[in-house]
Every structure is written in structure tokens, then in C-alpha cells.
């Protein structure tokens, strides 16, 4: 019977404090002799709680009060313990969060016990460091899950219960690693470093959670809830789950202090590794938990590790820098006002020799892709017969049964829509800087004056790896767009890495691996275009004739208005008909090229609507920014040899730049052999 409430720690065996507590409150006993800490934890003075300093992300990301709110940040680092406010993780988002890992703790212990670690693994529900028969213990349960890199997850440990915990989970990671990449950047400017370098150490952003809960203790004055300690990590998280105090940070004289924490704000604290990464600038402060004795307490502390493996010189997505382009009025609002007036449509925008000389086709459907049918061994190796036809015949393909939620698609359109709909002045507060290139709200790939243009805006965003991300970029408005653009990129990713893997077993390749590592790290960009009606529309073009640079693309159509055309192998074009909760997948050049030419990176443009805008989000999959272009070494040996020259990533992407420059479609011609 004493074995029945027993659980693995990852060291030893001890008892589940939350089934002990339920039974031992109602009795008349002393506090379990090993859960006794008297001396620790009624000996010590306490000092009247007390707010620790407050960091404002907001001021930090207002060009207006940054530099003042950076001095704020690095004094409070140099005492060790901040909250964080305006941090910019969506209400919703937090709220989840506690809901769900609210109701795991309420579940019946058997039921958390599923998830229980395994002998010499921290990992699963449990407790930690129990490395003696004698060691005193704390009074608290947790469960501790490794969240990033997302390919380090085991499942097994991820409750299913509540059945949106997963979930909430995955985007509140997203969150706080996107807070943390922000910090680094301002703690980067305070400690005056380069900020690639201090993010080129988190590359990847390592992070786990340990999520604690706290049983309440009639006898509170002799447990400790957690024991005194500093963190081992770089940077922790902490959220408050409930609104009960516990958390004391050690002062300088000895004493504790007793944090008191901001409704709605994050608990910051710097781990050992920063106070040695800032030459002891910051400071890891000790800091223990203790009980009420009344109320239960649950705390998440998401810990933030330096990249484990060798560092890496990564310019993630340095193409993104090179494209910079001349400003250019926005379309949206010119076509606000030109589109009611009876003047003809600005010269530089007239495009009727492309428009209207070539034949297009009336709209066909492409070939369908089903991503369920892949993924269903039954019905894998006729799907992927299917994948490599429509991939080397066609260039593009409608994929159905993708997997992404409704739900997402419905926030991904809806926050985009919203997004455009906002003042030119507001959207503007997201525009393309000298230095950022195409990344930004505006034009892409204007380098002249004298250029013809497109009858569109857009918004460029990089997307993953997720340090590569500016966030000054992401539009805070609609507040919900920059989880719901993190989710959709999470969702886009884990389509691709599925279809890579078919696309490398319709290749024939033995080693899917080789195709993997080209796209190691997922490099991802996005490009939301606005296409404005236009009541003279035979005369300008959306987006001008083009292929893709990248490996593959994932295009999402946010309305239901049409306008995507391909080019036939005749020259003529082909209107594309979407399917309903399609995507769009084309191949791009690099792609091409991988596969020695067996895959298609066809052109294609856009038209516009004389009566309705046209939106729609492309997703840009890259190659890993050092690899070499060229074909796989597989493939090209069952083809009797290269048809396409090697060259870097970079200088792949210059020549493409050098290609848009000088108004060419194509440059795949220079690298065939």
C-alpha cells in the first residue's frame, strides 16, 4: 500500500506530495519526518513582500523609449529577478495555459502517472534531484517536458488530458521563446555586443518547462516547496498558474524577500549561464518556493538554454536583406482613390503588352495531392506515384488533407484581412527599413525608377528559424496575429518535413537524410501580397512574371478571389482554380535543382480582380543558408550525371537578385549544365 502513491523521480523513488497531502491535512500527524525543513524554512528571516523591478517590452520596442527602458533592463539584470509587462503574449494564450495545466493536476493520480518519468530521465511527472534514501524533500509535484527544439519532444511525457494541453502548451512555448528572443537582442545592446552573436549561442532556442504544484500544508511554517537554489540556465520564464504567493528570492544581507507578483506580468530571472556568458554583469540569484496553508500553488518555469551542439555562422536568411527596394507609392491607397475616378491608371502601373498579348486558358484544376493518403502505409506508394507526377509534369499541386486545423486557417485568414483593413499610417508602423530588405510592409524587388510595378503591397516576414525573427516587423494589431502567424508557421513546417520525406522516396533516395539536411533548421519566410481591385484590370499585372527561388512553396489563399496563372510548356497561361482548403504547393528553383531537373520550378504571375481585392500568403521553405546548391549526389548518379553546376547558397540567391535587376524571369539557365 505505501508503494501505491510512488512514482519515479528520475533518481529515486518518493511519494506523490499532492496524494499525500490530500490524505495527511485531514489527520491529526506531524509533517512526514523527510519533508521537515524547520530550519530552512522557520529559522530565516522573511522580508514583507515586495515588487521587484518591472520591465516594459513595449518601451523596449517604442523607438521612443527604448534607450530609456534598456538602462531600465540592464540595472534590473544586474540585480537578477525582473517582471516583465506588455510582453505581448495574447490573453488567450495565458488563459489556456492555466486552464489546462489546472486540469491536469486535478486528473486522478493513475491518470497523471501515465506520463510518469523513467528511471534516470528528469523528463515526465515526478520530482527532481532525489539522489539519497535520507535526502530531506519538498513539498511539490511536478511534470518537466523538453519543448524545444521541437524535434526533442517525446510525446509520451505530454499529457493528453485535458486534450487541449498540447496544444497550449506549443503555443505559449512559441511565446515565451519569441520573449526571450527579444531580451537577448536589448541584454546584447546593454552589455554593447552584437546581438547575432549573443543569439547565435541560443540558436535553436533550447527551452523546457517545469511546471510545479504545490499541495497545501497545515503545518506550512516546517516544508519548503522548492529548495533554495540558482538556475542552471540562461534565462527562466516563470507564469504564475493561480494568484498564491510563495516565490522568495535570497538578498544580499541574507534575508528573503518575498516577490509579490503584477497581475498578468512574466517573473524574469538570469540563470548561472548568463551571469557567466555577461563576465558576472548579471547576477543568478538564489530563490526558493514555499507553501500556503490553506491553497494549493502551481507556477510554469520555462528555462532557456545556449545551443548545445557546435555553434554555427548562420546569416539566417540573409536573401531577405539582399532584395531591398526603392519606395513606391501603396497601391491600397492609390487604388482607394484612382479606382473612383475616371483618369487612366498611373504609367507606371500600365503593363498591357504583358496583360493582354498572351492566351490565357480558362481555369483547370492542378493535380491533387493527398497528404492523409501519403501518411496511410495502404495507400502511401500510389500517393507518392501521384506526388512525383504532379511534381515533375507540373511544377504545382493542390495538397488536401494537410492536417492543419480549420480553426487555424479561419485565425490565419481572419487576422490577415484585419491587418489590411487597417490605416495606411498604422500598417506603415511596420515598413521596410534601408537596412532590412525586402523584410517589412511594402513592395518587393523595385530597383529602379523607371520600373514597371505591381498592382500590389505586401508584408514580408522570416518566420524560422525563429531567432532569425525581427519583431519589430510583426504587426502588434490585430492582437492575436503574431500567435496566430507562429501557429500557421509551425503547421507549414510540419507539412513540408512530411512531404520532403515522400518527395525523397519518390527520388528514390536510400538516405532520406541527405534531402533533410539541405533544409536542416527549416528556414521559412512569409509574403502576404494585398492585390487591390483595379477598374481598368486588363492593363496592370498583381505579380509579375516569376519562378521561385526557394525549394518549396505553400501558398494559402486567404479569399476567394482568383488570380494565380501558370505558365504552360505552349507559353500560354493557365488560371489556377483552387480547391477549398487547399494549398497551393509549387516548386521553387532550388528544388529544381536538388533533383537534378526532375522536378519543375514553373513560372507564373498574378492578375487582379476589376471589383475585388485578392489576398493571399505564400510560405517560402529554404535551404540551410551554408549548404551548397547543386544536385543530390543520389540522384544525379542515377541520372548519369549533374545537369545543373554546384554553387553556395549565396551566391545562388546574389544571382537571383542580379536576375530580378535586370528584369529577367528566370536564372536557372545559368547553372544548367
Known sequence: RKEKNRISSG?????NVQALAQTWNESGEQVPERYVRTEQAGEEEVVASCAIPIVDLGRLLDPQWSEEE????????????????NHGVPDEVIHDMRRDITEFFKLPLETKKVHAQLPDSVEGYGQAFVL?????????DMIYLMLRP????????WPAQPPSLRDSVDRYSTAAANIVSCLLRFMAADMGVEPERLQEMFAGQPQNMRVSYYPPCRQAGKVIGLS???????????????????????RDDGKWLVVDPLDGALIVSIGDTFEILSNGRYRSVEHRAMVHPDKERISAAMFHMPFAGRRRSTTSMAHAKTGRSLPVPNVQALAQTWNGSTEEVPERFVRTEEVCAEEVVAGCALPVVDLGRLLD??????????LGSACQQWGFFQLINHGVPDELILDVRRDIVEFFKLPLEAKKAYAQLPESGLEG???????????????????????RPKESRDMRFWPAQPPSFRSTVDRYSAEAARVVSCLLRFMAADMGLEQPESLFQVFRGQPQTMKVTYYPPCTQAGKVLGLSPHTDACGLTLLLHVNDVQGLQMRTDDGKWLAVEPLDGAFIVNIGDILEILSNGRYRSVEHRVVVNPNKERIAAAMFHQVCPDTTVGPLPEVAKGDAGPRFKSVSHADFMKRFFSTKLDGRRSHLDHYRI
Open 150 to 157: 521541437t524535434e526533442s519532444r517525446n510525446m509520451r511525457f
Open 228 to 250: 533554495p537554489h540558482t538556475d542552471a540556465c540562461a534565462l527562466t520564464l516563470l507564469l504564475h498558474v493561480n494568484d498564491v504567493q510563495g516565490l522568495q528570492i535570497r
Open 11 to 15: 533518481h529515486l523513488t518518493v511519494p
Open 377 to 386: 502505409p495502404r495507400t502511401s506508394e500510389e500517393e507518392i506515384a501521384n
Open 132 to 140: 539519497s534514501e535520507t535526502q530531506k524533500l519538498d513539498w511539490a
Open 441 to 463: 510592409y511594402g513592395q518587393a524587388f523595385v530597383f529602379s525608377e523607371t520600373q514597371k510595378l505591381d498592382w500590389s503591397d505586401m508584408i514580408y516576414l522570416m518566420l
Open 70 to 85: 534598456l538602462r531600465n533592463l540592464g540595472s534590473a539584470c544586474q540585480l537578477g529577478f525582473f517582471q516583465l509587462i
